[in-house]
């Protein structure tokens, strides 16, 4: 069974772009969810998709956003990137949320 | 805010000893409890799960929980070199399903 696949895996990008984070999810899983990790900060909720729909929102500004489609894969853009964005993205995703959840490899972004 | 503690570390054992990991959480109305383990530069891997009171075993793993107390660790027993990685308690968010509130991180370190 294939797990979890985040693309690209890396990416620098500069001050103002936008970029855009693909993750396709264990086939069956209808949650995905994604987390920012900063040596700081830790790991930090952005957002999860259910079925479609946005379900939870983390404390990001609206800078950061996402989508899922019907076949539950799920992208994120953050649109103006700052410095402050660089981090290692990761998504998971779980049947129906609240289970347990697998992570893919992430994207580590860079913003120069 | 409700929030996930963890000790930093390092912890320090001696291979083939019991390495003990502790968490504590504030959500009162969290259900679901999980333990990741993080290599550097890779992605948390979900070790243990854990949803009632007591202990649960899987392999050289033992979670335990205590809702009364808002307490979760993690016992491993004989500690291999290759189990020196940083261990991440993460709770459910009561009332937000798919939401995982994550501590920052125990780095345990099993010494030859």
């Known amino acids: 069974k294939a797990g979890v696949t985040q693309t690209p895996r890396y990416l620098i990008k500069t001050r103002g772009q936008q970029v855009t984070l693909s993750c396709s999810p264990i086939?069956?899983?209808?949650?995905v969810s994604w987390y920012q990790q900063t040596p700081g900060q830790g790991l930090q909720f952005l957002f999860e998709?259910?079925?479609?729909?946005?379900?939870n929102k983390g404390n990001f500004p609206g800078r950061f956003s996402g989508r899922q489609f019907s076949n539950s894969r799920s992208e994120m853009n953050v649109s103006t990137l700052e410095l402050g964005d660089s981090a290692l993205y990761l998504c998971?995703?779980?049947?129906?949320?609240?289970?347990?959840?697998?992570f893919g490899q992430g994207t580590r972004l860079t913003v120069v | 805010q409700k929030e996930v503690e963890q000790n930093s570390g390092p912890l320090s054992v001696p291979e083939g000893a019991i390495a003990s990991l502790n968490c504590t959480y504030s959500?009162?109305?969290?259900?679901?409890f999980f333990w990741y383990r993080q290599y550097s530069g890779k992605s948390p891997e979900l070790i243990m799960f854990?949803?009632?009171?007591g202990d649960k075993e899987d392999g050289r793993f033992t979670a335990q929980l205590n809702k009364a107390s808002q307490y979760v660790s993690l016992l491993i027993r004989d500690s291999q070199p290759s189990d020196s990685a940083t261990y991440l308690c993460?709770?459910?968010?009561?009332?937000?399903?798919?939401?995982?509130?994550f501590g920052q991180g125990t780095t345990l370190q099993v010494k030859p």
């Open positions: 959500d009162r109305g969290s259900q679901s």
């Open positions: 993460a709770v459910n968010e009561s009332g937000n399903t798919g939401k995982l509130i």
């Open positions: 998709y259910f079925s479609e729909t946005q379900r």
């Open positions: 086939s069956g899983h209808r949650s």
């Open positions: 854990i949803y009632s009171n």
């Open positions: 998971a995703s779980s049947y129906e949320g609240g289970g347990e959840a697998f």
